[in-house]
């Protein structure tokens, strides 16, 4: 990556004002370069986009379900996992959203923080809008 003058004096004067390192900064802001990926199959389209993949703290994913044809009454808690590049599976820490029903919904899943190095990683949700058979499959490679 290469930084403009002015990024760098900025990002110079963050590190000696807070005392955050470049490593430590980088990755705490990576979530704003992961692209959101989508879905659309059994008539519900899902948006998903990381927002948080600090080393250290939870990690959160912007969730977004449409659909025109049927309730959205899942628990993505019990329907989701994180999964890392070395096969290691994580379950919800808890969603913040709209509550079941409905077919908008949108809100944010949280999973602990993966304990061991990653360079890839996917969000796997089973079974939305009532279709148990289908698994959407959400992809990103750490930069």
């Known amino acids: 990556m290469i930084l403009s003058r002015r990024s760098a004096i900025a990002l110079a004067a963050t590190v000696l004002t807070l005392g955050v390192t470049p490593l430590a900064m980088a990755q705490s802001v990576g979530a704003a370069e992961f692209a959101t990926r989508s879905n659309d199959a059994g008539g519900v389209r899902v948006d998903v ?3 948080s993949v600090a080393a250290g703290s939870a990690w959160e994913f912007e969730v977004v ?11 993505l808690t019990k329907t989701a ?5 070395g096969g290691r599976k994580y ?13 908008h919904r949108k809100g944010v899943l ?34």
């Open 81 to 85: 996992i994180l999964v890392g590049d």
């Open 49 to 51: 986009k990381p927002k």
């Open 110 to 143: 949280r999973f602990p923080a993966p304990t061991e190095p990653i360079k890839s990683f996917e969000l796997q949700i089973q079974g939305l809008g009532g279709d148990n058979t289908n698994k959407r499959v959400f992809k990103w490679t750490m930069k």
């Open 91 to 103: 379950a919800p820490l808890d969603w913040q959203g709209d509550k079941p029903g409905g077919h």
């Open 65 to 75: 379900m449409d659909t025109h044809t049927k309730p959205l009454d899942d628990d």
